[in-house]
């Protein structure tokens, strides 16, 4: 049995304060849960909300990490300096990066094995534009996302590592995938892993993003290769985000 996740991604949104407000919300309302539950902040308030969140059920994740170790590169963020603010997770290859940050599959392979390097589990995002999608292209666009990393870093790096299914053309647009799309891909991907590793392909957690809500999120959830949600826009209201924690 693959536990559920759920997982919230800020974005570039709301100031320090807003975020402990939010995390406060969020550590009082959940309870007791099965699934983990975690929030990817921006860089700068990791600690805090690392500490705010410290004693609850809810651990943090960075939304990108550098694809070097250490050195002259100015502007970025290494794995080392992620883990020693208590990251779990970070995400690599969000759509956003890919798309406005010119982030590569071979970069994005770079980052995956950076973050695991310091024992931060990378959740790489995969998923087709809607240009992609209508030219029946959205396989060959996630084969060739998913195939840089496994080449790069090997399947067996994925028993330590979460996968987000996130068609781009349901981001932050409110279109979400209906739950057989989704599931068609998470069926799809899952196959693939399992093409070279049935054991991985079994234990690896594979999320869906795009646009989930608290009045979508219990049918997405449900879907058998579906084991949670990577949630943008509505992660940040505290009482939407707890519902959707609550649809597993
Ligand atoms: P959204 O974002 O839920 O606002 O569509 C999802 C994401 O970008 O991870």
């Known amino acids: 049995m693959r536990q559920s996740l759920i997982m919230g991604n800020w974005k570039m949104n709301g100031s320090r304060q807003d975020g402990q407000a ?17 929030v990817c902040v921006p860089f700068v308030y990791l600690s805090d909300i690392q500490q705010t969140l410290t004693g609850s059920a809810i651990v943090v994740g960075a939304q990108n990490v550098a694809d070097q170790t250490s050195g ?6 290494s794995a080392t300096m992620l883990a020693d603010c208590g990251c779990k997770y970070a995400l690599v290859g969000h759509s956003e990066r890919r798309s406005y940050y010119g982030d590569t599959n071979a970069s994005v392979a770079k980052r995956f094995i ?3 390097k310091q024992n931060i589990i990378p959740v790489l995002c995969v ?10 292209r959205t396989f060959q666009v996630v084969d060739e996302q998913l195939d840089a990393v496994i080449d790069a870093a090997g399947i ?9 299914y ?15 799309q989704a599931q068609e891909v998470h069926r799809y991907i899952r196959q693939r892993i399992a093409a070279r590793s049935q054991t991985v392909a079994d234990s690896v957690q594979i999320l869906y993003g795009g646009s989930v809500k608290p009045d979508n999120a ?17 992660s940040l209201d505290a009482k939407g985000f707890l519902q959707i924690c609550h649809s597993v």
Do not use: C, H
């Open 22 to 38: 939010l995390a406060n919300t969020l550590a009082e309302g959940l309870g007791s849960v099965t699934q983990e539950v975690a």
């Open 156 to 164: 067996d790096a994925f028993q330590k590592a979460v996968i987000a």
């Open 114 to 116: 950076e973050a695991q």
């Open 72 to 77: 002259a590169y100015t502007g970025e963020v």
């Open 218 to 234: 219990k049918a997405l959830f449900a879907m058998p290769d579906i084991d949670g949600g990577l949630v943008g826009g509505a």
């Open 127 to 136: 998923g087709e534009t809607l240009e992609e999608r209508e030219s029946n």
């Open 166 to 180: 996130e068609p781009v053309w349901a981001i932050g647009t409110g279109k979400t995938a209906t739950d057989d």
